[in-house]
């Protein structure tokens, strides 16, 4: 599912990890297709950053588009592993937004 979301400003990885390591941001979490409960690997979601601006940012993959998650794996380790988020709220309904998640600093993929 391509949701086009392009008004938003967009972050690569590397600067999205770094604004959301910044002392008063938060990380979003939309679910873009719900989960199938009968299906190993199913639903979609997108991560934003919010700023401590209040500007919301969404993470891009190199060819600008929607970095969408959708798998357990890939969840967690972005959550996780990239971004060291202090909680993985995780929104279950097509259209819903968990928010409020911080990056705390290290992690097993620090930033250089």
Known sequence: MNT???ALPVLL???FRKLAASEGATV???CVS???PDERFSGEWLFYVVSPAGERFL???ALARERIVNSPIGMFGLA?????LDHLDV???AG???TGMRSRPGGSDPLE
């Open 80 to 84: 996780f592993g990239k971004l060291n």
């Open 34 to 36: 719900a989960p199938n």
């Open 59 to 61: 993470l891009v993959t």
């Open 4 to 6: 086009k979301r392009r």
């Open 13 to 15: 990885e590397r600067g």
């Open 96 to 98: 819903a937004v968990c």
């Open 91 to 93: 929104p279950a309904v």
């Open 28 to 30: 979003e979490i939309e």
